[in-house]
């Protein structure tokens, strides 16, 4: 995958529909916001989620929000309870609940780890 990103193309075919669905895979070193929300842990990479690309900006796990988005970017977390390290890898960047304002507490379990 380089900077400029790539195009794939998927064609479904059934008995009932023909589908071609298109979508560009843009380097995570461009991504400024991803979303995270753990009722997409079903979800396949590719699928269409509240608005956004799973696998693409958004994700299941906080951590596979903070290695997809780029330093100083925005991690958006959905209400819910995420049992999980968050290793941030040295990037500056904002966690914030879905809706900009905190409505719970990030508690962190180690010093270092959220």
């Known amino acids: 995958m380089n900077s400029k990103g790539n195009i794939f193309l998927i ?5 009932a529909a023909f589908y071609l669905h298109i979508f560009a895979a843009v380097s995570r070193a461009e991504l400024t916001e991803a979303w995270v929300d753990q009722g997409w842990a079903s979800a396949n990479p590719g699928d269409p989620v ?19 988005v780029a330093t100083s ?18 990037k500056e960047l904002t ?3 879905e809706f900009g304002r905190p409505t719970r507490s990030l508690m962190a379990a180690m010093q270092g780890a959220v």
């Open 95 to 97: 966690l914030q609940s």
């Open 11 to 15: 064609v479904c075919a059934t008995t």
């Open 50 to 68: 509240g608005g956004h690309v799973f696998g693409q900006d958004a994700f299941a796990h906080i951590q596979d929000a903070v290695n997809a």
């Open 73 to 90: 970017g925005v991690v958006r977390v959905a209400a819910g309870t995420y049992l999980e390290s968050v290793d941030f890898g040295g």
